[in-house]
């Protein structure tokens, strides 16, 4: 193997799993130690200029980063991220003034279509750098589907109402209740640039019978929330079904217990397993007596009269196929019947672009997705971007800030005269976290508490109040305990072979067993060799150049605690603890040019 | 030293042996020698051995005396009993608790200063009465704890960190240990573990006397240009003789040796040493072509390592002396003390 490089900017980037899971990449351990520390106001910055919208995210987010987390390798489960991200929102000082300001003018015109988490973004990044931003959304206030669509018991309007105001406040302007109709009108309307963040505003509909004759009592889930949130739907009947298995569903399922739904049930064509939602939500509408059967595909909505009554299932069960494809069969069994007044469709989301007039230079896919750039976002049409589920189909909030970023990015350098094939590389500090013999500017010592459980709102005063949120957040002391169970993994264990004397010391005090001093090879092999199993062949081997003895370092990231305790116990300092930040490259980066700077 | 404890999490896949037990199970408290101690590896090298060898960490005792390596009993098997004992003693206080309780395994831990310097005498009649126990010397040719002055071991020529010059004989504690009739004698290097560890494992497997000398660099006094105890110096004269495997039960040795490069000597409780001939010519079953061995290489400046001698049917104490097979823990009180009329009859045989 050849030695690591480890000042190309992914290496050490990819060492810290959560970062580098985050579509935003969020410096997470970062601000868990500022949280830690009690700067709570430092960590929400860090977070405001990574993902723009911490609070929500705190309560909402997918978390991508925490099944990447290294402690959910060390033991059961990862660092409850998301909610300490909650934390730093819910106990941070006034920050408006750390906010940047709108800046000066520079004469140039946005159009955002859409007032979700993508458009935001764009803006928030823009706004300051002189752009006039102006956001339309059909609904009266800003926030798209964060608002309309997520139940005011996991995300309270005071919460959406802050983070989009400080987006709102620098300078952007925002045209509630004006739903863009046609492209091409905006496009004669001469803005500089046109950014898409509609989403994927459909539900898709399932198409069988009596769906027509019993459409009374059918619902399609999204719609259905969004008249929730709006209030224009304010009960359900006493018997619920929710068809579909993502987080739409948990929502629904949820929101119908606090409308009069006595007996709501979810029901899924797949497994329990393999249902799309969090396993979070899953267990959260489990908790609220919801129960949710599985391998049941609906054939037929029963009607009488033009007055739904049930929805007839075919049972399933999963086969695989040689290639380890899950096909659902039918079990033989025979159908049933469940009875109900009410049921709520939330089996997918669409995208829908009829305003986008066919003249306006935007190419679509077989799938009717405009086709667009996955890196900088443009679409057939270089004045017009897209970014969030209008571009790639339904994900969720850490995904459209992360397109808003690069958007905006994109939008930046083409303003400027820019390639926007070009991307900037991020800015990486580097830097030894050493203070004395033993001491580090990090806590090192490793904490074996299991995951701090979040504390929840009583059940039986929850589900009377529709807006009262459920989790109530960790305290202080709750979340000192979680933040204490990161791994610190941005320090990272650097080591220089040409101070190696080969003592072992490292080799002998290393908890995880992740260092082996051998013969290089080729990685298949190196890693048949090391001191400890090597499952996780996606986490990266750190091989050193040659040593005096012939041999090479090799340390297996995979499980590394990031304890420092190589260094501590190393007496030449061959091994160091460098704290590594890497600075996403966003609109306005200082650093515009092509320059890479690292270890 | 460190200031926070090793982290108490290990590796999720770690292997566990015959009992349940992975290495960290054998582990003690966190060393507070200097960093890169040589003897911390040698601690390591103990806790794998007693790991592969599913010992179980009850049947140990760890003995030791006083300096840097005596302090290591600390820092391995925590659930083993120990005794550290006053300088240079180990020999003796060893002796006794074998002669109490023939069960244990016992681990004698001591450095250069405790047994060529003050406990000399107490190494030296150790060995020559056959104590079944494996007896190890922590060896870095200087006074560690007292910065740095030459031991016993030190090499006649080598220099000190300030530069002075030894211009006193060393003792060879391997030389002795062959003369004096140990039954089991290796010398081996801290910094090779894949050496050690088998070596460790068959001396604690060895009933008789086992003697190691384990060379083991003293970072902060004795690893400089100069020194025959740093790891380069050891590296470059490192003279193996052999590599030893360990197999314990009946299972064939599946190994791919070349044929006649490999010699199996079987000791008296059916462990298996595969031994691997580096040096064609050495013959590990010749106490005396040992010595020689030892004594022509030592003045060309090389450190002649592996498992020098070894007598598979060696006898212990215990034989020599038609001990009681029980501990004397486990006897009650009328067996322990029979009483006058018994002694009155000793005594009586005895004029």
Redesign the interface.
Known sequence: MKPTDISAPDYFHKVVDCQWACPAHTPVPEYIRLIAEGRYSDAYMINWKSNVFPGILGRTCDRPCEPACRRG???ETPVAICRLKRVAADFKDDIKHRLPKPGPKNGKRIALVGGGPASLAVARDLAPLGYHCTVFDGDPKAGGMMRSQIPKFRLPDSVIDEETDYVLNLGVEFKGGQRIDSLKQLLSENYDAIFVGSGAPRGRELDIPGRKEAAANIHIGIEWLSNVSFGHVEKIGRRVIVLGGGNTAMDCCRTARRLGGESVKVIVRSGFEEMKASPWEKEDALHEDIPILNYMVPVAFKHVAGKLIGVTFQKVKAEYDAKGRRNLVPSGEPDETVSCDDVLVAVGQENAFPWIEADCGIEFDKWHMPKVDPKTFVSTNPKVFFGGDAAFGPKNIIWAVAHGHDAALSIHRMLSGEDINERPLPEVHVSSQKMGI??WSYD???S?DKRFKVPHRDKVIALKDIRAEVELGYDLKLALGEAERCLNCDVQTVFSAPLC?????C???C????ITFTENGEEDDVRQRLK??S?HHDQALYVSGDL??GRVMVKDED?C?H?G?CA?????GAWDMQKYLIDMVQAGSTCQSKARSAA | ??????????????KKNELGYTH?DYEGK??TL?????H??I??SIIEACYELSIEPHRVAKISGIGCSSKTPDYFLGNSHGFNSVHGRMPSVLTGANLANRDLIYLGVSGDGDSASIGFGQFAHSIRRAVNMTYIVENNGVYGLTKGQFSATADRGSKSKKGVTNTDNAIDLVAIALQLGATFVARSF??D?TQLVPLIAAAIRHKGASFIDVIS?C?AFN?HAGSTKS??YV?EHNDAVNRLDVLVGREPISVDYAPGTVQVVEQHDGTRLALRKLDADYDPHDRLGAQTFLQKHAAKGQIVTGLLYVDPDAEDLHTHLDTVETPLNTMDEKALCPGSAVLDKINASLR
């Open positions: 390798r060390v033991e033993h001491e090192n010592d490793i074996t004397i080969e003592c072992d010391a080799v002998d005090i908890p995880m067993d992740c400890a199993p499952p005096k003895t499980v605690l304890c305790l501590e116990r190393c007496p030449t | 030293m460190t200031y926070i404890a090793k982290p108490k999490f290990h590796h999720p896949g770690l960290r966190i060393s200097c960093a890169g101690c040589g911390d590896s601690t390591a801290s910094g573990k660099p970072i690893n790891f380069d590296r």
